[in-house]
C-alpha cells in the first residue's frame, strides 16, 4: 500500500511565523504535489515536484515555496504566515510511467493549519 | 478552460436506496478521470481512474462509467459506512488535476 505521510495532524501558527509543512512517501513516487483545500473552492494545486531539487507552480504559489532534496520528502514552507493561509493542507503523490503523468494520486492525512 | 462540475453537492440516501453521482467535465484532451472519497478531516482515497469513454469500474458497491462529457458514480444499496464526500478530477495530461467540489453523500440507517 502507498503511504504518504505529513508532520502534522494540526498546527497553529502566528502572523508573520515562518511554516514548515513536510510530506513523506515510501513508494517511491517521482512525482509530488502539494495542494490546499477549503470549503467550495475545492482543492488547488499550489506546488508540484517531478523529480529531486525540480518544481512547477501550480494555480496559487504565492506566499509559498516548497523543496525537494530527497525523492520521497516534499516540503511546503509558508514565509511569512499569514491568516488567509488558514486551510487544510494535503500533500499527494503519484507514479510516473514513461512519458505521462496522468496517473492517480495518493494522498496524505492532511494537515490542518490555523494561522491567528 | 478546464472544468468539473459535480452534482448534486450533497445527497442523502436511505440504506439500500441506490443513486448516482455526476461528474461533468470539459477539458481539452481527456487523459484520465478520477474518483476519490474523502472523510471528514482526512485525506481523499483513491477509487477509480477511467480513461476513455465506454469504460467501467467496480469495486463493491460502487461503480464508475465515463462518457465524452460526463462520469457517473453509481451507489448500489449503499451502507451508512458509505457516508463521505466523493471528488472527480480530470487531467489532460500535465501535472495540473482539475478537481470538482464534491458530493457530500449521506446514508441513514
Known amino acids: 500500500d502507498v503511504k504518504v505521510t505529513q508532520s502534522s495532524r494540526y498546527l497553529v501558527k502566528r502572523t508573520g511565523e515562518k511554516v514548515f509543512l513536510e510530506c513523506v512517501q515510501d513508494?517511491?513516487?517521482?512525482?509530488m504535489f502539494w495542494y490546499r483545500q477549503d470549503p467550495g473552492l475545492g482543492l488547488r494545486l499550489i506546488y508540484f515536484?517531478?523529480?529531486?531539487?525540480?518544481?512547477e507552480k501550480g494555480d496559487i504559489p504565492e506566499g509559498y515555496s516548497v523543496s525537494r532534496e530527497k525523492k520521497e520528502r516534499f516540503s511546503l514552507i509558508l514565509e511569512s504566515a499569514s491568516t488567509n493561509q488558514t486551510s487544510m493542507y494535503l500533500c499527494?503523490?503519484?507514479?510516473?510511467?514513461?512519458?505521462?503523468?496522468?496517473?492517480?494520486?495518493?494522498f496524505g492525512p492532511g494537515t490542518r493549519l490555523t494561522v491567528l | 478552460e478546464d472544468q468539473v462540475t459535480q452534482s448534486p453537492e450533497a445527497l442523502r440516501l436511505q440504506e439500500g436506496e441506490s443513486s448516482s453521482l455526476n461528474c461533468s467535465y470539459t477539458?481539452?484532451?481527456?487523459?484520465?478521470l478520477f474518483w476519490y472519497r474523502q472523510d471528514p478531516g482526512k485525506g481523499p482515497e483513491f477509487l477509480f481512474t477511467?480513461?476513455?469513454a465506454g469504460e467501467e469500474k467496480e469495486k463493491e458497491r460502487l461503480k464508475a462509467t465515463l462518457t465524452k462529457k460526463e462520469s457517473f458514480l453509481h451507489i448500489t444499496a449503499p451502507k451508512p459506512e458509505d457516508s463521505a464526500t466523493y471528488l472527480c478530477?480530470?487531467?489532460?495530461?500535465?501535472?495540473?488535476?482539475?478537481f470538482g467540489t464534491g458530493t457530500r453523500l449521506k446514508v441513514l440507517a
Open positions: 515536484s517531478y523529480d529531486v531539487k525540480m518544481k
Open positions: 478530477a480530470v487531467t489532460s495530461g500535465t501535472y495540473k488535476y482539475i
Open positions: 499527494a503523490s503519484s507514479l510516473r510511467l514513461a512519458g505521462a503523468t496522468y496517473n492517480e494520486q495518493f
Open positions: 477511467l480513461y476513455s
Open positions: 513508494m517511491d513516487h517521482e512525482n
Open positions: 477539458v481539452s484532451g481527456l487523459r484520465g
